[in-house]
């Protein structure tokens, strides 16, 4: 069930979206339209994971973080909705990029408030990555024990995962920016590895709360996106393939000479980083890439359009772990645990999202029990077709350990009618999502 909370139709003004009442009716409003009741249904004692989107700690498009990340005012109401269950346990956490400031996020001012929100009960904010730099660039070094990792459950779905028919030849696959020697020793043929934070898989529920956003790689980010960041390490996280669809891979259309030196150049560099000749590799990098743009136009290569035929299932396969995963590394053939999707799309990102989004403001709060269902509605939302949107038309299939019963994907649950959506600048390359379809 989904359910949907309008804050334009409840006459709540732009910039009063964020205000603590507003956003108490707001999110109380879409939980009953999802759940039946305005309570998310905790029982005393249960363990409970809140996850907001907390990927990067400024917007570098100057749009602010409003549409960036999931607003702190949003967090601290669904907060105090949890403490309302009277959980045995709370975290909230999440894993953003490795060159986050994670004080710069999540400030000592918001830790008060969190502390504030729980009325006097503990509550954990974890940061759960494990690699994080040193400094303010690559070339300064990694932390790569950053957090234990003892607090961490290795899986291997093994030719279940949704990258198994794909993984084949090996060493193709790559995340922008880190090793790809790392990646290549946990995703191969018959081997798909994931580090997966302890703490989701000891909870009872999963308060998932995403920022709607538009995404260079997967079209948007939303319910199912958002999981992503219970993963510890991003060398465990496939995004695309080395090379032109034109020779096997999907990190851009075609083929290109320029693009694969820089391919080349680049996975050398990060081979390096923080040690000798790392800075003159980017530098070559970026030369190769400056000489596509001016004879071509465009000069991207990390795999951000829409043939990006790796990342929804890197996503999918975490989805499926989130819902099925045991603390032992194993999956069971039922879920064990809930998963709530509580969105802020309130003010949305658009266009170069995820991380320099600017903003779309559709003032919108959504609710669901299933993943699937809450990113189809986010795409109507942002007129977009779901259909057009690998990871979103995919995630109702019927793969082993299945995300929504029944296959395919649903007409947009709940009824829209009267609803203005808009219509969201797609990312680049996306340009299929411009006819919209909503």
């Known amino acids: 069930m ?19 009442d507003a956003l108490d009716g707001l999110i109380r409003e879409a939980v009953s339209g999802a759940l039946g009741q305005p309570s998310l249904g905790i029982a005393t004692g249960d363990r409970v994971l809140v996850k907001p989107n907390w990927v990067y700690h400024m917007n570098r498009s100057g749009g602010g973080t409003e549409c960036l990340v999931t607003h702190p005012e949003f967090v601290l109401s669904a907060l105090r909705l949890v403490m309302e269950g009277r959980p045995g346990s709370v975290v909230i956490g999440d894993a953003p990029v490795q060159g986050c400031v994670w004080d710069s996020l999540v400030t000592p001012e918001l830790l008060g408030r969190i502390a504030e929100a729980a009325g006097g009960s503990q509550v954990d904010v974890i940061d759960f990555r494990r690699t994080i730099m040193c400094g303010e660039r690559l070339d300064s070094g990694l932390d790569n024990d950053a957090r234990p990792e003892d607090r961490f459950v290795l899986f291997d779905l093994g030719s279940d995962s949704l990258l198994e028919p794909v993984s084949d030849p090996p060493g193709r696959f790559r995340v922008t920016m880190y090793d790809p020697d790392l990646i290549s020793l946990r995703h191969l043929p018959g081997r798909h590895q994931y ?37 510890g390490n991003k060398e465990f996280l496939p995004h695309h393939r080395k090379g032109g669809s034109g020779t096997g891979g999907d990190c851009y259309p075609g083929r290109s000479f320029l693009k694969s030196l820089a391919e080349d150049l680049l996975d050398a560099s990060n081979r390096r980083i923080g040690r000798p000749f790392f800075s003159p590799l980017i530098l070559g990098v970026r030369a190769a890439l400056e000489l596509q ?122 009824p829209l009618e009267g609803v203005m959506s808009a219509r969201a600048v797609p990312p680049c390359g996306w340009g299929i999502l411009e006819g919209g379809g909503a």
């Open 293 to 414: 743009r001016l004879l071509h136009g465009e000069a991207e290569i990390d795999g951000g359009w829409s043939g990006n035929d790796t990342v929804w299932r890197t996503v999918l396969d975490i989805d499926r772990i989130a819902l099925y995963g045991r603390t032992d590394g194993t999956m069971a053939d039922v879920p064990q645990r809930r998963i709530v999707s509580l969105t802020d799309a309130l003010v949305c990102g658009q266009g170069d999202g995820p991380m320099l989004p600017d903003p779309l403001p559709l003032g919108f709060v959504t609710c669901s029990d299933n993943q699937v269902d809450a990113d189809v509605l986010h795409c109507r939302l942002m007129g977009f077709d779901p259909a057009h949107i690998p990871m979103v038309r995919e995630a109702g299939s019927a793969f082993r350990w299945p995300l929504r019963t029944g296959g395919g994907i649903t007409e947009c649950p709940g």
């Open 2 to 20: 989904t359910g949907l909370a309008n804050a334009r139709g409840a006459g709540i003004p732009e910039n009063g979206w964020y205000s603590r």
């Open 195 to 231: 580090l997966i934070s302890r703490e989701a898989l000891e909870a009872d529920l999963i308060l998932n709360l995403p920022k709607l956003k538009t995404h260079r790689k997967a079209g948007i980010t939303g319910a199912l996106k958002n999981l992503v960041g219970l993963n």
